[in-house]
């Protein structure tokens, strides 16, 4: 490998969390760097679902110092790093062997063109749009602008994240009008005297971000905003943030009998035993998807008309609430989730279209089929 297709891990990480921020992740998540500096040259990198010793063995033998993870190595908090547990061999290892560990989780699933996307996808499913959107992630911004200043400071509030509703950005609304100020003793006011009432024309601006882009939108805002005091008003909003949440549902080109398309699906996904409810002799022309534990969506898919709701990890009594409404498909956790690996692949060679980039041939899925 020539010495220009070294790169550092901190360009890696953040050309994945450009695409999943690490934000999204769930309370319960460790999504992110879970060893190794941020500042390490990386030569190659190796993606898998989860991080076993055979997976780290395997990035030795390929002479890899970064393994790119779905599930992360660390969930919870440890007191030791032994050979006692196979989450302390696998960190010493990785560790003795200057191998760097990155993981994107959660807030890869919570993403349009995630997890389940990538699932969808497979399927041939048009007409995508996100199972369950989040509520109450998103902010509502409201400023007054001098006039001249306007375009300026509204692309900079752009330039910053703000404005993006669904597949569009660059989105805000503008009233003109008369603001009114009286500069105290102490300031130097951008017009008018001090002392005297100032009007002047005036550009409300209103646009819309996420809540974890507020440190960012804001400094925009003050940076270019020509006055001392710059008004501005920050509105939570209740409204569904459609471009992110969990599950995909989606319309296949033509309708398929429940049995074809569960034969199809247990094929695609090389699953060992699919479980599912009573189809009916159904024909499946909409589906929900759900890469991961989904059975917490299964309302949504049934309110969005889908016929069959792909996902996994399934209770014995939760496949009663289907109802008769919807067939469950419960083709497993790995198996519904195994696309991701070409995700980040796809995100890592776009960004560094000459880097080393190996998917891992290690099936680390612990449930193993008769």
Known sequence: MSEASIIMLKDIIGAIEATAPPALQESYDNSGLQAGSRESEITGALICIDITEKIVEEAIDLKLNLIISHHPLIFSGIKSITEADATGRILRKAIKNDIALYSAHTNLDSISGGVSSKLADKLGLINQTILEPRAGRLVKLVTFVPYAYADKVRQSLFDAGAGKIGNYDSCSYNITGEGTFKAGDNTNPFAGAKGVLHKEAEVRIETIFPDYLESSVVKALLSFHPYEEAAYDLYP?????????????????????????????????????????????????????????????????????????????????????SDNKIIIADIGHYESEQFTKELFFEIVTKNFPNFAVHLSKVNSNPIKYL
Not at 285 to 309: M, T
Request: hydrophobic share 40%; glycine share 10%; proline share 2%.
């Open 237 to 321: 909003l209740k409204n569904k943030w459609v471009n992110t949440g969990f599950g995909v549902v989606g319309n296949l080109n033509k309708p398929m009998p429940a049995k074809e398309f569960l034969t199809m699906l247990k094929q695609l996904t090389n699953s060992g035993c699919i479980r599912h409810t009573e189809s009916f002799g159904k024909d499946i022309s909409r589906v929900a998807v759900c890469g991961g534990s989904g059975s917490s969506l299964l309302k949504e898919a049934i309110r969005s008309k889908a016929e069959i709701f792909v996902s996994a990890d399934f209770k014995y009594h939760q496949f009663f609430d």
